[in-house]
């Protein structure tokens, strides 16, 4: 099937209140486990590329200084892996853009291929966010392709993405910015955080997206609200990861509870990024431990040694440029590096698999219409008439 934008999606989680996850991924191998997850599961995927992980999938190992055209090439990298293993597939699945930068980080996405594109615009003020978001939101929707937006800032560290501190949604300004941008659906700050270190027992303020979807029903404005930084982290990983060397400390997330609580109060897409970094690093570690000869290995011996320097790291990034070719285009030389792959795939099916059933998506692919981009693209300017 081809890919779909992210619009025809929001419908169908809108209309039978259920909640989807979007999960970040940074290699090909990693997309094509998270769709082989979400076939077993019968639900619709949304894969993620963050705007740095283009950077890195475009060959910019040091990915916090990759440059517009590394990401240009990341992106055509990510798109085309995710168009590979989604050509059979009878689930509709969507690419989206995590955090993009600027309207040059979401152009790029666009032109890469990506079917929706999220623009961060919440640093800025108001006004100059409207500005910024209703930019790409023209530029997008004229070529089928969805946008998010985001209203309110989250705590925590994750790519480029910081904040000391957290400033909630106003639930009336939200609306007034899904009216101004017309953007497809909002990421709002109702108590998480980036990063795997949210603190403990965190609770989520539900009363926020609670209001948003109220004044929106009354307003009769469409729009889908996004949970950011909403990884679980779960203990479990975090623990067998420092009993095989490694040093992550305060580590906690979201509860499963929470989370699954904030769904009938508004909330629609969840983003995951963290439990994702966890799992494939937790299976590189036990590999190495299982399979001590492959520490020498000249093809994946690299990534065990710097497993070992930096043993407070999670983020497979870090791990992985010793295997770029396969990182970025899917190639597998030889067998130590297929079985590799392998391990890393486990870990992204665990991670996904689990929350696929949890936030209520399985089973509802077949209630998705499978919406090209072209079609996608006459339905927005049919909108736009309406409501301009």
């Given at each position: ?6 619009r025809p999606?929001?419908?169908t ?6 909640a ?12 094509k486990?998270a769709?082989e997850?979400h ?10 590329g963050?705007d ?14 990759a440059?517009?055209?590394d ?23 969507v690419?989206?853009?995590?955090h ?6 979401c ?18 003020a108001?006004?100059?966010n409207?500005?910024?978001t209703?930019?790409?939101?023209k ?6 392709v969805?946008v998010?937006g985001e ?24 609306v ?11 990421a ?11 603190g ?33 982290v ?7 990861i420092?009993?095989?060397g ?7 997330g979201i ?9 009938p ?5 969840i983003?995951v990024?963290?439990?994702i970094r966890?799992?494939v690093?937790?299976?590189l570690?036990?590999y190495?431990?299982f ?11 690299g990534?065990?040694?710097l497993?070992e320097e930096?043993?407070e790291?999670?983020?497979p ?5 010793p ?14 590096t ?34 090209s ?16």
């Open positions: 099937m081809p890919l779909i934008p992210l999606l929001l419908e989680i809108d209309k039978y209140h259920f989807q996850g979007a999960f970040n991924i940074n290699a090909v191998t990693q997309a486990a769709i997850v076939e077993m599961f019968r639900s619709a995927a949304i894969l993620q963050a740095l992980a283009n950077g890195f999938m475009g060959g910019r190992t040091d990915f916090q200084n440059t517009l055209e990401k240009k090439i990341g992106a055509a990298n990510i798109a085309a892996a995710v168009k590979k293993f989604s050509e059979y597939s009878q689930i509709p699945v690419l989206h853009l995590d993009g930068k600027n309207f040059d980080s152009k790029a996405a666009i032109e890469g291929g990506y079917t929706s594109v999220m623009i961060d615009g919440s640093s800025l108001f006004e100059e409207v500005e910024l209703r930019e790409v939101v530029y997008a929707h004229e070529r089928g969805s998010e209203l309110g800032v989250l705590a925590g560290v994750e790519d480029h993405v910081f904040s000391e501190t957290s400033s909630y949604t106003n639930p009336l300004k939200a007034e910015f899904f009216k101004k941008t017309e953007c497809d659906a909002l709002i700050s109702y108590g998480t955080m980036h990063g795997a270190s949210k403990k027992d965190v609770k989520l303020r539900k009363e926020i997206p609670i209001a948003i979807k109220e004044c929106m029903m009354h307003e009769q404005i469409f729009g889908v609200l996004v949970s950011h930084g909403s990884s679980t779960p203990g479990y990983i975090v623990d067998e420092n009993a095989l490694g040093n992550i400390q305060n580590a906690g509860s499963v509870e929470e989370l699954k609580a904030a769904i109060c508004g909330i629609g897409k983003n990024d963290t439990d966890l799992a690093t937790r299976n570690k036990e190495f431990y399979h001590q000869d492959k520490r020498t290995s000249p093809f994946v011996g990534i065990y040694k497993l930096k043993k790291q999670f983020d990034r870090v791990f992985l440029p295997i770029m070719d396969t990182v970025m285009y899917g190639n597998i030389p030889n067998a130590d297929a079985e590799l792959v392998k391990v890393i795939e486990k870990g992204v099916k665990e991670a996904i698999g689990t929350l696929i059933v949890e936030f209520g998506s399985y089973g509802k692919a077949p209630l998705v219409e499978p919406v981009l072209e079609e996608m693209a006459v339905r927005y300017k049919e909108e736009n008439k309406i409501f301009s």
